[in-house]
């Protein structure tokens, strides 16, 4: 019987966790950002490497270019990433950083997918 109380309990520990992650209206509007490929993808990217350029983000995320800088405005419009121009030569280069925002936004995002993961793992 003790057996059936923590089986019955551990979904609604489980939900009770999941349903926390988002009832936040920030935390809402963090996870709707963060639910794209490209968006989530620059993000993780950034989040391994000090600093990647245009070029590398769209080679690594096999993006269009009209496609990455639309994402990458957004994470910048959310205050996820930095954005920096120069020109190498007669070049422009465009480096993107991620910022600590982003940074704690990406781990919020991905405790809720672990929990996601762990209370639907029988």
Same mark, same amino acid.
Request: contains cysteine.
């Given at each position: 019987?003790?057996?059936?109380? $923590?089986?019955?309990?551990?979904? $609604? @520990?489980?939900?009770?966790?999941?349903?926390?992650?988002?009832?936040?209206? %920030?935390?809402?509007?963090?996870?709707?950002?963060?639910?794209?490929?490209? !968006?989530?993808?620059?993000? /993780?990217?950034?989040?391994?490497?000090?600093?990647? /350029?245009?070029? $590398?983000? %769209?080679?690594?995320?096999?993006?269009?270019?009209?496609?990455? /800088?639309?994402? +990458?405005?957004?994470?910048?419009?959310?205050?996820?990433?930095?954005? /920096?121009?120069?020109?190498?030569?007669?070049?422009?280069?465009?480096?993107? !950083?991620?910022?600590? +925002?982003? !940074?704690?936004?990406? $781990? !919020?995002?991905?405790?809720?997918?672990?929990?996601?993961?762990? @209370?639907?793992?029988?």
């Amino acid at each position: 019987m003790a057996a059936r109380k $923590e089986t019955d309990s551990r979904p $609604e @520990a489980s939900l009770r966790a999941i349903a926390g992650l988002i009832s936040d209206p %920030q935390d809402r509007a963090e996870q709707r950002l963060l639910n794209d490929r490209v !968006r989530l993808g620059i993000l /993780s990217c950034l989040a391994v490497a000090d600093k990647l /350029s245009f070029r $590398e983000l %769209q080679s690594l995320l096999d993006a269009t270019d009209g496609n990455l /800088s639309v994402h +990458a405005r957004k994470l910048e419009e959310a205050g996820f990433v930095d954005q /920096s121009k120069r020109f190498d030569g007669r070049q422009p280069k465009t480096e993107y !950083r991620l910022t600590t +925002a982003g !940074r704690k936004a990406l $781990e !919020r995002h991905l405790a809720h997918m672990e929990a996601l993961i762990k @209370a639907t793992k029988a």
